[in-house]
C-alpha cells in the first residue's frame, strides 16, 4: 500500500487476494471511504469467474479522498500488474456525458437553445429515407436528442453497415439511421439512439465552427482539469500512454482464447462514444459537475430533469447524459455506463447526491454476468 500526496491509497491485488491492509483510521476524517474488502471480493469473482483479465474500481470522497483497487493483469496470460486508476480506457457512452455537458454550455452562453428543432442547426441534415421517410429534423428538438427521446433509430443496431476498421464521417452514421424506421413520434417514448449524440455533437461543431474533440476539450476537459483526458481523431487506433490490453470472445469459438481488440477506430463512435479518459479523471469530472464547476445551477437542473427510461430497468430514469439509477441502500445515483462491442470495454462511472464518486470498469467483454458484476459494485462503491 502507497499513500500519495493527493490522498490517494492505491490498492493492487492480485486475482484471488483477499486482503488489503489499509491501516485502523485515527480519526473520523481518516475512515475508509468505502468497503474495500467487499469490493476486491467483487472484482476477483470478475476476474476469476467471468473470464476477464483484469477490472478496476476507484473511489472518491467529497474530500478529494481516492482509493483505487485492482484486480487481475493489464494483459491476458502475462504477469503484468493491472493499471491504476491513472490508466487510461476507453470510456465508451460514457462520452455522452460529457458531449451533454458541452452542449449545456453553449446553452448557458444563448448560443444553443434546448427545445430548437435541430433543423435550426443542421439545416437539411435529419431527412428520413426509405423506411426512415418519416424522420424530420424540423420535429425534433436538441433536448430530446439528449434524452433519447426523438425516436430516430440507434445506427449500431446496423453493424453491417459501417466498416469499422475505417474511419468515418459523423454524417455517415447518421445517414445509416435515417434509412430506417423511428422507433416513435418525437417525445412520444423513450428509445436509447446512439445517432442522437451523435447528431448533438454536429449541433456543436456547427455551433462553436470547431471539431467535436476540440469543442468538447475546450468546454469541458480544460475546464474540469482533466489531465489524462482526451478525444481521440479518426484514425488514431491506440491508447496513449499506460493502458490495459481489451478484449472479447471469439464468435466463432467462445469458449476459446479471447481476442485482443484494443486497436479500435475511434470515429465509429463518434459523439456517442468515442473517448478515452482514467478512473481518477472521470471521478474528477463528477466533482467538478456537481459541484457547480462545469454549468451553471439552473443548467445542471435541466441535465438533471429525467423521463422515464424502461430500456434501462425498474425505477430508471434518463436526463440529460445522465442516468438517474435507484441505489440499493437508498436514495439514487447519477451515472452513466458504456461498452464497446468492437472495443472489448465496459465501465460504468458517476456520483451520488453527497459528491462522492465511482468508476468502475474491466477490460474483457465475456458476457452478461461480467457486466452485470460491475455494475454492482459500483452500487457497493457508493453505498458502503
Known sequence: MTTKPARRVVAALAAGASVVALGVPATAADRPITDVAAIAANLDL????????????????????????MSGTAESGTGRAMVDGDGRFRIASVTKPFTAVAVL??????????DEPVETYLPGVVRGTGEGSAI???????????????????????????????????????????DHRPEFAPGRGWAYSNTGYVLAGMVVERVTRQDIATAVTDLVIRPARLRDTYWP?????GIRGPHARNYTLDETDPAGPLVDVTEFEPSWAGASGAMVSTPSDLNRFWRELSGGGLLPGWALAQMRTTVPAPGLGPGVAYGLGLIRLPRSCG????????????????NVSGHDDSGRAATVYITALTGGAAVARMRATLDLALCS
Do not use: C, K, M
Open 46 to 69: 470478475i476476474t476469476g469467474n467471468d473470464r476477464v483479465p483484469g477490472a478496476l474500481a476507484e473511489v472518491r470522497d467529497r474530500r478529494g479522498r481516492s482509493v483505487t483497487i
Open 331 to 346: 436514495g439514487h445515483l447519477w451515472v452513466h455506463g458504456g461498452d464497446l462491442a468492437g472495443g472489448g470495454v465496459a
Open 136 to 178: 424530420d429534423g424540423r420535429e425534433i428538438t436538441v433536448r430530446q436528442l439528449l434524452q433519447h427521446t426523438s425516436g430516430l433509430p440507434d445506427y449500431v443496431r446496423f453493424p453491417g453497415s459501417v466498416d469499422r476498421d475505417r474511419p468515418v464521417e459523423a454524417a455517415e452514421l447518421v445517414r445509416i439511421a435515417l
Open 105 to 114: 454550455r453553449l446553452v448557458a452562453r444563448h448560443r444553443i437553445r434546448l
Open 233 to 237: 481523431p479518426a484514425g488514431e487506433r
